[in-house]
């Protein structure tokens, strides 16, 4: 058994991303990215056809790998979260001193598109600097950063 360090699921063995929340069990190989000229990130706002997304925290070196199913909540999670929806837990980003909700955003898969949607946190939301209104869903693309409170983060679309 595989045990999800994200949200403590008991996965089968051989299991690559967690049955119940959908983050990556095991190291995924991510593509070398270029970040300058006509092809840098952000020239997309389609999932590739594993639904992958990639969340890279400012000033950490190990992203956050999801394959992403219908909606995954950000926010600060506690024990008394519900477990069975996808919650990343930012947490251990520093994620409390940043002013993050625990609740802050959703992101939401339709089709090959993914949504941000504020749930009307106390910090706001921000994508590429423009504020994002409570309850308003903005398609995001590859590249995109997000401002979640004072907490930076970079969404990828593995492709």
């Known amino acids: 058994m595989l045990l999800c360090p994200h949200c403590g699921h008991e996965n089968r063995a051989g299991t690559i991303y967690c049955e119940r929340c959908g983050v990556a069990l095991v190291p995924i190989p991510l593509s070398t990215r270029k970040f300058e000229g006509d092809d840098a990130v952000g020239s997309t706002d389609q999932l590739g056809t594993d639904g992958v997304l990639i969340l890279q925290i400012e000033n950490d070196e190990t992203p956050i790998v999801v394959q992403m ?54 910090n706001g939301t921000h994508i590429n600097g423009e504020p994002l209104p409570p309850g308003v869903e903005k398609r995001l693309r590859d590249g995109d950063e997000l401002t979640l409170g ?9 492709p």
Not at 79 to 91: G, K, S, V
Not at 150 to 158: D, E, G, M, N, Q
Request: glycine content about 6%.
């Open 69 to 122: 199913r219908r909606e995954v909540i950000l926010g600060r999670v506690t024990e008394t979260e519900d477990a069975e929806r996808t919650y990343i837990n930012l947490l251990p980003y520093g994620a409390d001193e940043a002013g993050v909700s625990r609740r802050h955003a959703r992101l939401l898969r339709d089709g090959q598109a993914v949504y941000l949607l504020d749930l009307n946190s106390t």
């Open 150 to 158: 004072r907490l930076k983060l970079y969404i990828y679309f593995k």
